[in-house]
């Protein structure tokens, strides 16, 4: 970093000279830890170079090492969760690994949940999680649901009983079978975002013309929808509507339509349709919304690569950054 910053970090923790702080620098490289890694975790944790190599960090370092992760995995864990070098390795760490182990037994899929914990949240208890797991459990949701919870979200399990049954409550409430896949996602969300953020979404697509159903619809199909920006659903809505002209049920009728990019992947798609159209190759009435939520492997294996003899140009149009005008648009949807 420049030594502007370093200056400025170096007062804030108050060293005293370089021995510590190289003594630290020199035992992350050993774990191959990169100097830009090594860079930002320090900025956003000056404390880091004042902690003892010996006590503090080689203990934690050798633990997830013991526990599966590679050289190289051992790195971005703490990349990503740069606190996780400063909580206890006995008391929070260990005990977090050993619940993950006992419910999910597979180290893959340990070490899916240990890279997914927010390390950085202390208001959770290991404790909670064999009650709130039963909780899970009672309402029949499967062994496969649980385990993608510990894998996505492991700190959700970790949360106060009585606001986890009150998440399990809600998404019961919007008519989401604890059986079905969805169930895990929707809680998910519901516990991350909360009543406030959920009430201010609701009244966000209220100003978008849907109706409270029509959200509740929408979000027992995608669950997600619930955590898309205002910006990104303002900005969708009207181009759906205005640009490709869907009725309001078709949009709400497939809500993964707000998970995708405009500029990236909906408006090029729409321009190779467009194409594909006018030169009659394919249908006039081949589905719009169908297009688009197909995956990138079978979207330019069906609608690129196949024509590309026919249309040489469809390669480079769906790779370029075209954004073609509305009077376009409404032809490719016409």
Not at 37 to 53: C, H, T
Not at 133 to 151: A, F, H, M, N, Y
Request: hydrophobic content about 40%; aromatic content about 10%.
């Amino acid at each position: 970093m420049s030594a502007e910053v370093a200056g400025k970090l170096s007062k804030k923790i108050g060293l005293k000279g370089p021995d510590r702080p190289d003594s630290v620098l020199s035992l992350l490289r050993s774990y191959e830890f990169s100097d830009a890694q090594i860079s930002k975790i320090v900025k956003r944790y000056p404390q880091l170079l004042a902690a003892s190599p010996e006590q503090n960090l080689l203990p934690k370092l050798r633990f997830i090492r013991s526990i599966g992760f590679s050289a190289s995995e051992l790195p971005e864990l703490f990349f990503s969760n740069p606190t996780l070098l400063f909580w206890s390795l006995e008391k929070r760490i260990i005990p977090h690994y050993e619940a993950l182990k006992r419910v999910l037994g597979d180290d893959r899929k340990v070490k899916r949940g240990l890279k997914s914990s927010w390390w950085n949240v202390r208001s959770y208890s290991v404790t909670n999680m064999d009650p709130n797991i039963k909780v899970l459990r009672d309402e029949g949701v499967p062994q496969s649901s649980v385990s993608t919870l510990l894998c996505r979200n492991a700190n959700l399990v970790f949360i106060s009983q009585s606001k986890f049954v009150e998440c399990v409550k809600f998404v019961k409430e919007t008519g989401i079978e604890p059986c079905k896949v969805t169930f895990i996602d929707a809680f998910i969300v519901v516990a991350q975002v909360g009543k406030s953020t959920w009430e201010l979404k609701l009244a966000i697509f209220e100003r978008l013309g849907w109706s409270r159903d029509l959200t509740i619809m929408a979000f027992c199909k995608f669950p997600n929808i619930m955590k898309v920006s205002e910006k990104k659903l303002t900005n969708n809505m009207k181009f759906f509507m205005d640009e490709m002209g869907l009725p309001l049920g078709d949009i709400a009728g497939c809500p993964t339509l707000f998970s995708y990019s405009l500029k990236r992947r909906i408006i090029p798609r729409l321009s190779v349709v467009k194409i594909l159209k006018m030169k009659g190759l394919i249908k006039a009435s081949m589905s719009i919304l169908g297009m688009i939520i197909l995956s990138e492997k079978k979207f330019r294996e069906n609608f690129v690569i196949r024509f590309q003899e026919s249309v040489p140009e469809l390669l480079e149009l769906y790779g370029s950054d075209l954004r073609p005008s509305p009077d376009v648009l409404a032809q490719a949807v016409s």
